[in-house]
């Protein structure tokens, strides 16, 4: 019976591993086709686009790729509307704290968008666990 129940709980790990990864690559497919698209198209109107000179804009840019790339895998897979916009807030989240801190100058320009990966992929992993049935299998 024990070996079952640990069988059945490594299963479900690996399966909500499995599904951790898929996520976080949806997440990057989408910010690099939505990236590319969006900077072809300022580049091609003219407009000079830096996440050094504009990390708001580049965060929140890379946050709304992410956010689309993970919605539609999300989506495909069935999940419902309240857990595929709690996990594109998760991506915005991290803005929230980031963006004073970067207007106080605890932060620089160039390290917003790493900082931002390093929370947004810990809080990710938290809104998972927080619907632990949906991910796990």
């Known amino acids: 019976?024990?070996?079952q129940r640990t069988r059945a709980d490594r299963a479900r790990a690996r399966h909500f591993l499995r599904h951790y990864l898929?996520?976080?690559a949806a997440m990057v497919v989408g910010m690099l086709v939505l990236g590319a698209a969006t900077r072809g198209v300022l580049a091609l109107a003219g407009v000079e686009f830096s996440a050094s000179r504009h990390p708001e804009l580049a965060s929140l840019e890379m946050a709304f790729g992410m956010s689309v790339g993970m919605a539609v895998r999300m989506r495909r897979r069935r999940h419902g509307w309240a857990s595929t916009l709690e996990m594109c807030a998760v991506m915005f989240a991290p803005?929230?704290?980031l963006f004073p801190l970067l207007w106080l100058d605890?932060?620089?320009a160039d390290s917003v968008i790493a900082l931002e990966h390093l929370a947004m992929l810990p809080l990710m992993f938290l809104a998972m666990l927080r619907?632990?049935?949906e991910y796990g299998g």
């Open 1 to 3: 019976m024990q070996a």
């Open 22 to 24: 898929e996520m976080v």
């Open 95 to 97: 803005l929230l704290l």
């Open 106 to 108: 605890v932060v620089t």
């Open 131 to 133: 619907r632990r049935g």
